[in-house]
């Protein structure tokens, strides 16, 4: 029953969060989310990548570890979303987007806060980094179909992960005026981007409710099948290992469509669309079910 407890603890305030996003979103559709997604891109997730990564206990080698870890989900997600859009006939390479990049930030990092504390924000945001990295360079790759270096070198949380590998290497102390300015901008940024997700859901339009509940169920259930594999293979075990469990079985990311939309034809976006809103629904009934398997096992 404490297990239950906890669960309820964990998922909670991440729902209702969500949930009053809905509810702004509904009341009024004009709402505009604009400043929420130049803020949380430009200085929020560039501090909470620095003040989740520096300031809870995570070593250089733990940060490296569970970003080579990210990066072979990754490739395991790529390869299912590849054969599974192909045989659904879908563009192989525009739509592979949200099938390999989980909303790790908007909803993974503030679950595994409530799960596991600060340890395991640390670690969640070690992998979050590397999805939030390859979101404006892999990202935009697959939606433009063409590569550019000025997006890597114009993308803040690229600095981000950068200044806080460098204070890992050396190990210097945050100076404590650091450590709360970033600490205050990495909660503010939780909850506005829980909400802007909220206020998503009013305006994104599924096209496809069949094709869109075969990706959705790719997105959902292969990923922690993926990262359990993955976790069994490498005999990890802890909270990290509960960790990247359920960073690996988020749904897919809201920014995959603000990236689609930018450099994709509509058809492709409006599938990205239907895969968004439809793991975002899925994933209320699955996140429970793999929080509590991953603090059953995973402590």
């Given amino acids: 029953m404490e297990l ?3 669960l309820f603890e964990v998922l909670f305030p991440v729902f209702l969060i969500i949930g009053i996003g809905y509810y702004l979103g509904k ?5 505009n989310t604009k400043f929420i ?3 949380a891109g ?4 560039p501090a909470m990548i620095f003040y989740t990564i520096t300031t809870t206990g995570v070593t250089l080698e733990i940060f490296l570890e569970y970003f080579i870890y990210a990066l072979i989900i990754i490739a395991g997600f790529s390869i299912i979303g590849l054969v599974v859009l192909i045989l659904l006939k ?16 908007n909803m993974g990092i503030p679950i595994c806060l409530f799960a596991y504390g600060t340890s395991g924000l640390g670690v969640a945001s070690a992998i979050a980094s590397v999805i939030i990295l390859f979101h404006f360079t892999l990202g935009v790759f697959l939606a433009k179909k063409q590569f550019s270096f000025d997006i890597v070198i114009k993308n803040a949380p690229t600095y981000g992960i950068l200044i806080s590998v460098l204070f890992l290497y050396f190990e210097w102390d945050v100076p404590k005026f650091l450590e709360n300015s970033t600490f205050l901008l990495t909660y503010s940024t939780i909850f506005l981007v829980l909400m802007s997700l909220g206020v998503a859901l009013t305006r994104l339009k599924v ?11 790719t997105r959902v ?10 976790i069994k293979i490498l ?12 960073q690996s079985a988020m749904p897919s990311a809201v920014l995959t469509y603000l990236v689609g939309s930018m450099y994709s034809e509509k058809k492709v976006v409006d599938s990205i669309v239907g895969v968004i809103v439809v793991s975002t629904i899925m994933s209320f009934i699955t996140i429970p079910v793999i929080v509590f398997f991953a603090l059953k096992y995973f402590i």
Wanted: aromatic share 10%.
């Fill in 4 to 6: 239950y407890f906890k």
């Fill in 27 to 31: 009341k009024d559709p004009k709402l």
């Fill in 37 to 39: 997604t130049d803020f």
């Fill in 42 to 45: 430009n200085i929020g997730t």
């Fill in 90 to 105: 879908n563009d192989p390479i525009s739509e592979l987007p949200p099938l390999i990049l989980p909303n790790t930030g």
């Fill in 207 to 217: 096209k496809s409710w069949n094709k869109s509940i075969v990706l959705a169920t």
């Fill in 221 to 230: 259930l292969g990923g922690p099948i993926i990262a359990f594999s993955l």
């Fill in 235 to 246: 005999n990890l075990s802890g909270f990290a290992a509960g960790v990247l469990l359920i």
